[in-house]
């Protein structure tokens, strides 16, 4: 943090009402040329530094060093992985940049202004006002401060003249186009103390002083003014999608706590490994002759027991019986003495009659509770033809919670929100029509959810929220569905966090979370995909939100064809299933 400084005993008056200014022209650079910068700083930054959005700037030196001494923490609260550099900076805005330089802290719980009282920034441009660097946007009265408008570079340099103290150069016309502006003294007295060398370089004989003030532009004046070395991360890293190997069928990758090895499960019924880092691949087990698979039926799931090291206890989802109509099997397995190779024995966990060949679901996974969650699709069809997404008697069209250690062949947990009223025990949610992978990320549970003919979904709830009503048949995304007497036997609907059209795309596929911190530009994104189209995009979880998406087709140079799965390791790095395929994200190299 800035230190507090006394050197700004001059009362400080906006002269001007603020209106945002028009835009740079294309002859005047993005960016403030600035005095002699001093000799870039060692960096432990990551490659591409705090920000994921301002690599190859010009200022991205001065970003990070004001963002090493808590001027900054980002543009995009509460991730703040970007500076949004090319924005520009409102008056508020600046309040804030300036308290944390200058350190300031007194208040003297004045209410100054009238016009902030809704501001996020109001603390701020009161600790500016008390310390007498403003008095306001509209004298003579100077009951406002004008917290949205757009600072100008010369009312910028108002601001930093008087907060720095900054009294020599007035006069010295430093540049050709400022003669008109009433803030031309304080231009001249910044220029003399090397903060600026103006806006047009090499000729640097203009200021640009009604053209506004941008983030990057900011973060470089602020630099200068602290004193501060800019602080050069190494440069951005470049991904790519690796194919490591190949599994017929592949529809879900996972890991063991215990073991580096990948366990990738192929929709015929066999579980294959395949070593760390890819490559030919070993049967773990192989319940081909019990699985039927045809269309969407087949062995869609796998999740390794808690305590497998110790129990060495495994569970599989897969469709049995031949037909439309077909039981959905969560069966036990265990390992054998061989860590490669599973025994054959089956245990019977749970059947579940489905009445149509689609819409199986199939997701199992052990929640942070300890207990089994299973996804079930809507019994197939379309339009919820069986009226299972809203009813609470059936477990299709749910989630359902089980405890695999609490009864043989599994309890009910106590806190399942139907024990003891009217609901089938077994279910956490209601209301999916086919969770085609969904996953648990820390104290969220993020479903993908594939949507009937408009609107593709993925939901995000807190892990521990018992009865949620995901909307379907009464709601597609956000749409009204149907409503129809089968699709209205719920209420208090929740809506998914990120939906899209389906047009040319036809089926969502969920979702996993990266968490190598030697990948920071994927680290903490959810990625997703759909099975038509070709492309891989992600976000970040803020809260139940979804915020900050990205596309990573490009970039990973997919073209045609569908993802069905995803998977990650041990170390966090994201596997993407593709046509039997199995890529892993990597850093790039040369």
Not at 50 to 79: W, Y
Not at 165 to 191: E, H, K, M
Not at 211 to 225: H, K, S, W, Y
């Amino acid at each position: 943090m800035g230190r507090t400084r006394s050197a700004f005993a001059v009362i400080a008056l906006i002269t001007t009402v603020l209106v945002p200014p028009v835009l740079a022209t294309d002859s005047v650079p993005n960016g403030e040329s600035g005095a002699a910068a001093p000799v870039a700083a060692a960096s432990d930054l990551p490659p591409g530094g705090t920000f994921g959005d301002d690599d190859g700037n010009i200022h991205e030196g001065a970003i990070e060093a004001i963002a090493a001494v808590g001027i900054t923490k980002g543009c995009n609260p509460p991730v703040n992985d970007l500076f949004c550099p090319g924005d520009t900076v409102t008056r508020g805005q600046m309040a804030a940049f300036m308290v944390r330089a200058l350190g300031l802290t007194a208040t003297a719980g004045s209410d100054t202004f009238g016009d902030d009282d809704a501001s996020v920034f109001q603390v701020d441009i009161e600790k500016l006002a008390f310390a007498e660097i403003t008095k306001g946007c509209n004298p003579p009265a100077n009951d406002n401060f004008c917290p949205n408008d757009v600072v100008t570079r010369g009312q910028m340099a108002a601001f930093l003249a008087r907060a720095y103290g900054y009294t020599a150069g007035a006069g010295n016309n430093t540049f050709v186009d400022d003669d008109f502006s009433p803030f031309q003294s304080d231009i001249d007295r910044l220029a003399a103390a090397g903060i600026t060398n103006g806006c047009n370089p090499p000729a640097n004989d203009r200021f640009c002083p009604d053209e506004p003030v941008l983030r990057d532009q900011m973060a470089a004046f602020l630099m200068r003014t602290e004193g501060l070395t800019p602080n050069v991360p190494p440069p951005a890293q470049s991904l790519t999608a690796v194919n490591i190997g190949f599994v017929s069928g592949a529809v879900l990758l996972l890991t063991n706590p215990g073991q580096d090895d990948l366990f990738v499960v192929g929709k015929s019924g066999r579980i294959e490994i395949m070593p760390p880092g890819g490559g030919s691949t070993s049967v773990f087990l192989d319940i081909t002759a019990k699985v039927s698979d045809s269309g969407e039926k087949g062995l869609l799931g796998m999740a390794f027991h808690p305590d497998y090291a110790t129990n060495g206890k495994f569970y599989v989802y897969y469709s049995m019986g031949s037909g439309a109509e077909h039981t959905s099997r969560v069966a036990e397995y265990t390992v054998s003495g061989n860590p490669l190779v599973a025994n054959t024995t089956e245990k019977v966990i749970l059947d579940v009659a489905q009445p149509a060949s689609n819409h199986n679901g199939g997701m199992i996974q052990f929640g942070p509770d300890g207990y089994l969650y299973i996804g079930y699709g809507d019994g197939g069809g379309g339009g919820d033809t069986f009226g299972q997404g809203q009813d609470i008697d059936t477990l299709l069209g749910g989630m359902v919670r089980i405890d695999v250690d609490g009864g043989d062949p599994y309890a009910i947990p106590t806190d399942n929100p139907y024990v003891g009223t009217a609901g089938a025990d077994e279910l956490w949610a209601i209301g999916l029509r086919n969770p085609w992978r969904w996953t648990f990320a820390g104290d969220k549970l993020v479903i993908a959810d594939v949507g009937q003919n408009t609107r593709e979904e993925i939901n995000i709830v807190d892990a521990d929220e018992a009865g949620v009503n995901y909307g379907w048949c009464r709601y597609e995304g956000t749409f009204e569905f149907s409503s129809a007497t089968k699709c209205l036997g719920g209420s208090n609907y929740t809506f998914p966090a990120l939906e899209y059209n389906t047009g040319s795309s036809c089926a969502v596929t969920g979702g996993v979370v990266a968490s190598n911190p030697d990948i920071p530009r994927t680290n903490g994104r959810y990625f997703y995909g759909d099975a038509c189209q070709g492309w891989i995009r992600s976000f970040q979880i803020s809260g139940n939100s979804a915020i900050n998406e990205q596309d990573w087709t490009s970039e990973f140079g997919f073209g045609g064809g569908g993802t069905w799965g995803f998977g990650t390791d041990n170390d966090g790095n994201v596997y993407i299933l593709r046509g039997g395929s199995v890529f892993m994200i990597q850093v790039e190299t040369s």
